[in-house]
């Protein structure tokens, strides 16, 4: 039997189920679930992704057999909506339409009403008795069939011409002149006539080729410009930003038209079963009367609310489904209540009601911003609707930034001036410079301007634009437009449907009531009620506690997870903030910064320039006490938590970048001849920093600093002690790459513990450890871990130094390499667990083999990354340490990295019993992989959490 | 029962046995191996080395069981001897020397004579019958005590006056001169006891304590220096230089003293059972009349030759041990004989003739140099005193440096100006400027200066200065002496005993005949002639293939090595030099090089300022025939060997280091503005450019650059298939960290080499593969090799980067690990098997298992250090590469890695087998460690060599 390409649905049955995204592509395994669910579906068919992938293997050809599993699912489409696709009385029209396994909005092409033809469009009039339809039908299928098949998917540039659909829209808007006519609906059933004639004429003038007037000749040219649009410019650009693998490819829906667009019974809608912005349960959504669907997700008419529980001031005064239609509203809500139960999630559902039949047309899960989705969970696990894993799963650990997001400082907002009001698409508050096209948003940004990109609405096109503003204000659209999508996917403020707002792009600015702005100017944006300010307010982070969802989530997150979450800080305001966010300690206190502060900077000079290690303890006693009072400040923040302290580690000249006067002013402090301050810097120059004279290499040259450091952290605990107050110091010697570096510094710091303990006549607990960032260092883990009480892996250097690349010097081609494929992600961003992973697993598993209870965390930026910290989890790691705005994001991805183990687990142990394949039990973001499975395997003891 | 401690030897029977080198020393394990043989040697007993551990462990105390050990030890000496030590009668004089595992010639102490008291001798001048004799051994034993205990083991510092030795021969050069005599001979016993009060009353005046009156006295206080001498200054500057641990301590030696001093039936000399400088098998020393041993050893006569066969010119005046005492001579010869045979090896002895009988005091296998090793070892085989893997195994890698050392120009030399002839103690020729003190020469040596030192004699306290040296010429001393000892040891061209200078220190200055040279002056030395000239000669590399026995050795060494053995070289003159050492092709040949040419930077340079691929393209264009020129040369030069070319490796930067000048020429060159050029340099500034963009980084951003480099080496490849000769190319791409970055280059490879030959109409083979020198390569070696046909590690970098060091600037704190024993070994001249050679082992582990005749090697420095190439050996390398004069050196030291591997073989085996603990087959340079055994077990399979 030849492959299945081709799935059919329709008339209560399918060939495909919702399981089968990876193949039908999102919309066509929810069309063909629908369609079995009994719900009215148009029918239709999906052409599968794995012809999408043969198409670009087999250098665009479809593979020989699709031709005829198209025309049996065809003649299945056919019975059951009793009309044949081409025929003279009776035809059929259908839409074509992409789908991916994620939905990647608008970014792909869309043909409808396919089937219009000389020889249809007669029995077309006859059965609907509407030619103006008919005609209006024929001319959006010449304009968009010109622009996608003929022009776009042909390849065809418009070099020094406007695009072809450009064109036929100015032709269009002539006749309208002509006629004296603003809207098209006033376009008279003879003018749409005449129009498509002049359409055909000026398609044939401008691309040299024919309208096609055959069905079959516009299904195939239709279905292959879907496939080409995988292909395309922007949804190549969007897979880049969203990192989406090339190769998954689009399913193309070929599905019957129907038409809300027949007359006032006529009408189409988009709604989410709970509302995407606030996570409320309430039913939420969009229509339009007498439109096609693209109308409303276009944002070209302002449409009504489905309900009246859900009008807002800005549309309350238009006619909800549930009052125009309300037997089919009721209806719509039934479909609505069981989609939801039946996925057991919000879902974003598309309806056409055809002369008074409600036709559902998509559903899929929606896109919802954090605050929605953590309330979305949270409510959902109360509703038993999913159990707490599903529940913690439901949010994307980034999606808790927006909870954390800035908001304007209410004082600041009173006596504001308000410059216009519209639709609250994107929570939290920005403030920035107003542009008004992507490119200037982009240009600005990347100078390191923060600006507010306002724009009458958004398009694919703008989306580069779009990801370099603070946030986003448009005119026109509603809280399905393209704006609004696109600004939740990724949790920007963003405020839509401003209809106040005259925005001239050209001139770029925009008049609203007597005032103007322009590009450059200050506007706020309040994206969680609408509001939009003139001038530069004040931004004021949000207290997640005030959110009693967020507060139950993340209740749930500690519950479930087994890694503990700490903070790097290294100022006591830091700490206090990252314990209120839930740090359960310090996992990484820099000393450096401390070292740079004015008073001190003088004192730390001396030291560098002495020559003796006399001198350099006489200028280190200087520095003494005010390391020993910011440690004071840092413990007595953390109240008995343990602190790591990084000993200093950045290479000493980093403390003598002076100019010409600042090293005649040091000369003189020091009373030194200047030549002599120079010469010493001239020394300490490194050509390769990165890999010179720094970390436990300083301490070894100069043991006088390390004896410091050690003092100050000490006789900072004895002064808690004695204040009776806890304290849990954990010293950290950092860029070990051999256990003698690591014993010569323990040595110096056991030193003077004991020193400080006798001295003061206290005892306290404390330990001593490393960072583990150089590949040597876990190769040789086992012999560190003989003395080293903990592991703290460095994983930013430690990236550096496995990868070889310099993090300050990498822009020069790691750009290149993401471009090309060769890294799938920057390693600096989110930790390579094919390499950098096997380094980290060897020294844990090395460490432990030395000492079983060697405490081991990470420390670099990665800790703070959700994928990271899945590895972390996954690699036996106690804790993970990240910035302090990023520890309820860490709590929630440890929770989830214990959820996915877990799963894993339960998949292995069923395989072992009954011998087969685990099914996924959820579609997790990405395979396991071989480390996964690797360290599943030989874990055998699972560490318990430690606080 | 209590530890032993103390081992007895004398009267035919010992303790111990030459095995026991560890325990009892080089000197205690001969002394008692010979006193076993029947061989005749004074009784005494060996202090053992844990004795000094326990000493040092101990603060500085002693076991407690040690005294009554050392009292029942000298009461066997007393037994044996017939004389009792501190006897009034017939007493027993003793000496205490120390013996450390090797040999450590000078830097440790010694004292003589010891149980000289007010009460003791007046029975030895009544037993011998010679007061002289004892009043002249009495004022040996006064000098040597004061010194060696009474001062410098108490640790006193002369500071602001001379050392007591001095002093005390001040006071005999006082006597000297109020008699009237010049040689110490001609002083009177009276004279002498005179002295020796005169000495007791100063040293009692300088050190402020009495000389010990008590033999038991003077016996502990002895036993204490030489052991202090361990942790002396000297002995641990030579063990950092020999690389020898602190850990191993010294024996002590306490022996039955007789003397060569007792009259013209008295002698003592030393004696090589081979010549140690040219390998010749003849007996070869030299003996003192009516001497002590010291008196040899330290040069300040010179002595005559042992036997006729071996005089010289220098020295044929002199009558011969052989002539003098024949009967004596006989013994002495068949104790040669015997000991040679019994110990396999050349053996450096020491002996001393008392009143007619011949006592042995040492024997030690005898240092060489590498002229000398090289014969031995042949001709011990040609013999059957030793087999092959031993006969391999005898010569130190190292030492061929030697045959292959530079040799004056024998025109040059001929019209030369002779200075003066001396002793040919160490062989070569070298050329220098004259420095006349040791710490002259470091100086002048750290400046980059070629010196060579000129002194009277030299002393352990010279030592640094004649490492720093090109050469050493002394006026006195012999064959024996410390200088020649010492050059010797290191291979390094000497001359001694060369009588007609006369050397002013003071005055930086030599006079000899009538010319004078000063300091800085150029002389030129001929160490394998002992000659000195004039003035600056040109040296000459030397032709090793004239040496018989060097190519016999060579021969049997390729038969052994598994290891090819390749070379590093840029350019046709150093691939023909290689190949004439034996190099069985290029192991990496560097491109860069090429690119710095005046003729071509012009063109690298507009490449480098080129704003797009096609202007890039243009300027590599004019490069291309260069490169090409270049390769066509170097795969002539290899005829057909293989040939593994690196793609461009450096940053681009490095090839624009412009002057405000230069940059200003190629501006106008390129007909750009000179802000262009600064901007664009700019732009290619690296903070840590070892980390930065290059190696394959490079053709992954610049493909052109890939494309002309491969188009060169395909194109040289080509042609010279067209003109029938052989050729193999191997492509390396530089640095790669991911299989993606391999994969890019590896498609532009391969196709610009389809593209030469179907453009050509020729075929050749060649093969693509990576160098491995990113700790990331290392742990995805699977998937790189899945598509690179060959590896070859980078160790230079892959050190940089595993440790995390800069080569560049680990100056900084190198110096510092190696100093406080943090690093035993500076990981970029010997491979740090812990840490990198784990990364090795697992790349190549994995890189098999995906490609199982993956042909690796290594192009690093370490290609050239025996330590490493054995290392690589048992990694299961297929060959090392290395600089073309490293080339004879790898082959020994790949066959002594084989030897070596198949010795533990047969142990593990035995093992197995057994059930034992195997016995060290030799005494390997250093133990097997888990890395070896490691990779030992785990190899399965060895593949085979190839070239």
Same mark, same amino acid.
């Given at each position: 039997m030849a492959k299945k390409l081709v799935y059919s649905f329709g008339g209560g049955a399918a060939d495909g189920t919702a399981e089968m995204k990876n193949l039908l592509g999102g919309k066509g395994a929810n069309l063909a679930e629908m369609a079995t669910l009994g719900i009215p579906v148009p029918a239709g068919f999906t052409i599968t992704t794995e012809v999408c992938t043969l198409f670009y293997a087999g250098n665009r050809k479809y593979p020989p057999e699709l031709a005829a599993q198209v025309r049996k699912a065809m003649a299945r489409v056919e019975a059951v909506m009793g009309r044949k696709f081409g025929d003279p009385e009776n035809p059929l029209l259908m839409s074509c339409r992409s789908g991916a396994r994620r939905s990647m909005p608008g970014m792909m092409e869309t043909v409808l009403n396919i089937g219009l033809t000389s020889a249809t469009i007669p029995g077309l009039i006859r059965s609907t008795g509407n030619p103006r339809f008919v005609y209006d039908a024929y001319r959006r299928l010449i304009m968009m069939y010109s622009d996608v098949v003929m022009e776009k998917a042909a390849g065809i540039e418009p070099a020094g011409r406007d695009g072809i659909r450009l064109i036929l829209e100015h032709e269009m808007d002539r006749m309208k002149r002509a006629r004296g006519v603003v809207e098209d609906t006033h376009l008279t059933a003879e003018d749409l006539e005449e129009l498509c004639g002049s359409f055909k004429a000026k398609v044939k003038e401008v691309l +040299?080729?024919?309208? *096609? /007037?055959d069905a079959g000749a516009q299904l195939w040219g239709s279905i292959g410009a879907v496939f080409q649009s995988w292909m395309g410019k922007r949804a190549i650009a969007y897979r880049r930003i969203e990192g989406? *693998?090339? /190769?998954?490819g689009t399913a193309v829906n070929v599905q019957a038209m129907v038409f809300g667009?027949? +007359?006032?019974s006529s009408a189409t809608g988009v709604a989410f079963t709970r509302n995407p912005a606030t996570g409320e349960k309430l039913f939420y959504g969009e229509w339009l009367q007498n439109a096609q669907g693209e109308d409303v997700v276009a944002g070209l008419r302002t449409p009504s609310p489905i309900n009246n529980a859900t009008k807002t001031p800005g549309n309350e005064h238009l006619k909800s489904l549930e009052e125009a239609e309300p037997a089919l509203y009721r209806q719509l809500d039934a479909i609505r209540t069981r989609l939801e139960k039946h996925y057991r999630d919000m879902q974003d559902i598309e309806f056409t009601i055809q002369e008074g039949v409600l036709w559902m047309l998509q559903t899929r899960t929606g896109k919802r911003n954090g605050t929605a989705a953590v309330r979305m969970a949270v409510e959902m696990h109360g509703e038993r609707l999913i159990d707490l894993d599903e529940a913690l799963m439901r949010v994307a650990p980034t999606q808790l930034n927006e909870l954390l997001l800035p908001m304007i400082d209410p004082n600041a907002e009173k006596s504001a001036k308000v410059l216009a009001k519209g639709l609250p698409a994107g929570p939290g508050g920005a403030t920035g410079k107003a542009v008004f096209t992507a490119d200037d948003a982009e240009q600005w940004a990347a100078r390191g301007e923060k600006v507010i990109l306002v724009r009458a609405e958004t398009s694919p096109e703008d989306v580069h634009g779009m990801h370099a503003a603070q946030a986003i204000l448009t005119s026109k659209g509603g809280m399905t437009s393209h704006a609004a999508l696109v600004a939740r996917g990724w949790g920007k403020c963003c405020i839509v449907g401003c209809g106040e707002l005259d925005i001239d792009a050209r001139g770029k600015a925009m008049r609203v009531g007597g005032s103007v702005v322009r590009e450059g100017e200050y506007i706020t944006l309040n994206g969680s009620k609408g509001v939009v300010y003139l001038g530069r307010l004040d931004l004021l982070a949000v207290d997640p506690d005030h959110n009693e969802w967020y507060k139950k989530l993340m209740k749930l997150a500690d519950k479930a997870r087994r890694l503990g979450v700490r903070t790097n800080a290294d100022r006591p305001e830091d700490a206090r903030q990252a314990v209120a966010f839930g740090a359960e300690g310090i996992g990484l206190c820099r000393t450096e910064h401390m070292f740079f502060d004015p008073q001190r900077i003088k004192a730390v000079r001396q030291m560098i320039m002495a020559e003796t290690a006399a001198e350099r303890r006489a200028a280190l006693a200087k520095v003494l006490p005010y390391q020993r009072e910011d440690f004071i400040g840092i413990f007595k923040a953390m109240e008995g938590r343990p602190v790591t302290i990084r000993l200093l580690d950045p290479p000493l000249h980093e403390f003598v970048a002076l100019t010409e006067d600042q090293a005649r002013e040091l000369a003189g402090e020091l009373n030194t001849p200047v030549e002599r301050i120079r010469a010493r810097i001239a020394q300490l120059h490194e050509l390769n920093p990165m890999l010179g004279h720094r970390g436990c290499r300083l301490g070894v040259a100069y043991p006088e600093i390390t004896e410091m450091q050690a003092r100050a952290i000490f006789e900072a605990a004895a002064e808690l002690v004695r204040q009776k107050q806890k304290v849990a110091p954990e010293v950290m010697v950092p860029l070990v790459g051999t256990v003698g570096e690591f014993r010569h510094q323990e040595r110096i710091i056991r030193g003077v513990a004991a020193d400080v303990m006798r001295e003061k006549s206290v005892r306290f607990k404390y330990l001593v450890g490393t960072m583990i960032e150089i590949p040597r260092a876990t190769l040789v883990a086992d012999q560190i871990a003989g003395d080293a009480e903990f592991f703290s892996f460095g994983t930013n250097d430690l990236t550096q130094t496995a990868f070889g690349y310099s993090r300050d010097d990498a822009g020069g081609f790691l750009p290149a390499y993401l471009e090309q494929g060769i890294l799938s992600k920057d390693p600096f961003a989110s930790l390579d667990e094919e390499g950098v992973g096997q380094l980290i697993e060897l020294g844990i598993a090395r460490g432990r083999s030395a000492r079983p209870d060697l405490k081991v965390g990470i420390c670099g930026e990665h800790g703070g990354d959700p994928d990271s910290i899945d590895f972390c989890h996954r690699a036996g790691m106690d804790y993970v340490s990240c910035s302090p705005f990023r520890v309820p994001l860490a709590r929630l991805a440890a929770a989830q990295a214990a959820v996915r183990a877990a799963g894993k687990a339960v998949a292995k142990k069923s395989v072992k019993q009954s011998g087969k394949k685990p099914a996924g039990r959820r579609s997790g973001k990405k395979p396991a992989g071989k480390t996964a499975a690797r360290t599943a395997a030989k874990k055998t003891k699972k560490p318990s959490k430690r606080r």
């Open positions: +040299g080729a024919e309208f *096609p /007037d989406l *693998p090339d /190769d998954w667009n027949m +007359g006032a």
